[in-house]
């Protein structure tokens, strides 16, 4: 036998090779099986400390005026009704944003209608709620009605309260529109069937926050 033939390695058998394979794929699965304990033991602090980077809220300051946007009945009238009595706001305005086939009926009621009549409720008087814009049918939208309100009225400053999630989107568009012709603060308002310290439990939570994540890349985008 040649000196060649004794130094060459030994090539592994084929029951040697499925042993070391099985050993890297039970390496591998339990180095899964680790990230995703702590992943999920950790789980609570990513996702509250996902939501604090995502959300912004505005301080509160007086303004002319606390705009209610579509949508978010059972928390936006309120909270503006309640700025409205504590002095925040001279006036609060409504969305008049695009009925449905059903509204339109007088099936339901319409949105302009329902926030009107918490906001009667709550103690703000007809002759301080008002309406902005006609027919709309988006955040974008809605900040353009907006801006011709405020021209048209001379007013220079709003607070806008929306939901957790949406805070981000609406305060971008309407800084966008409105420029420093108009100094607005967006406050961030907790839902009423989740908070940002564990919209996780819920579905609507989870919904919530996806939604909002690709409306928001989608407004950067197109607007």
């Given amino acids: 036998?040649?000196?060649?033939?004794?130094?060459?390695?030994?090539?592994?058998?084929?029951?040697?090779?499925?042993?070391?394979?099985?050993?890297?794929?039970?390496?591998?699965?339990?180095?899964?099986?680790?990230?995703?304990?702590?992943?999920?033991?950790?789980?609570?602090?990513?996702?509250?400390?996902?939501?604090?980077?995502?959300?912004?809220?505005?301080?509160?300051?007086?303004?002319?005026?606390?705009?209610?946007?579509?949508?978010?009945?059972?928390?936006?009238?309120?909270?503006?009704?309640?700025?409205?009595?504590?002095?925040?706001?001279?006036?609060?305005?409504?969305?008049?944003?695009?009925?449905?086939?059903?509204?339109?009926?007088?099936?339901?009621?319409?949105?302009?209608?329902?926030?009107?009549?918490?906001?009667?409720?709550?103690g703000v008087p007809e002759s301080d709620i008002g309406t902005f814009g006609a027919n709309l049918s988006s955040t974008r939208e809605e900040a353009l009605a907006l801006r011709e309100w405020a021209q048209r009225t001379g007013s220079r400053s709003l607070i806008v309260p929306t939901e957790i999630f949406s805070a981000r989107r609406v305060r971008w568009i309407l800084h966008r529109v409105l420029g420093d012709a108009v100094t607005v603060r967006v406050a961030a308002l907790d839902p009423t069937n989740y908070r940002r310290d564990d919209w996780w439990r819920e579905v609507e939570g989870l919904v919530a926050f996806q939604n909002e994540v690709v409306k928001y890349l989608y407004y950067r985008v197109k607007y």
Avoid at 13 to 23: D, E
Avoid at 50 to 71: F, K, R, T, Y
Wanted: aromatic share 4%; proline share 6%; glycine share 4%.
């Fill in 1 to 122: 036998m040649s000196a060649l033939a004794e130094q060459s390695p030994a090539i592994p058998k084929p029951a040697a090779r499925c042993a070391i394979a099985r050993r890297v794929t039970l390496a591998l699965l339990l180095a899964l099986a680790a990230t995703g304990m702590v992943a999920w033991f950790a789980r609570e602090p990513l996702l509250r400390s996902a939501a604090d980077l995502w959300i912004v809220s505005d301080p509160l300051a007086p303004a002319d005026a606390v705009a209610v946007l579509g949508g978010g009945l059972e928390t936006r009238p309120f909270i503006a009704a309640d700025y409205y009595r504590r002095g925040l706001a001279k006036k609060v305005l409504i969305s008049n944003i695009r009925e449905s086939r059903a509204e339109q009926l007088g099936v339901v009621m319409s949105h302009l209608a329902a926030n009107r009549q918490v906001l009667l409720r709550l």
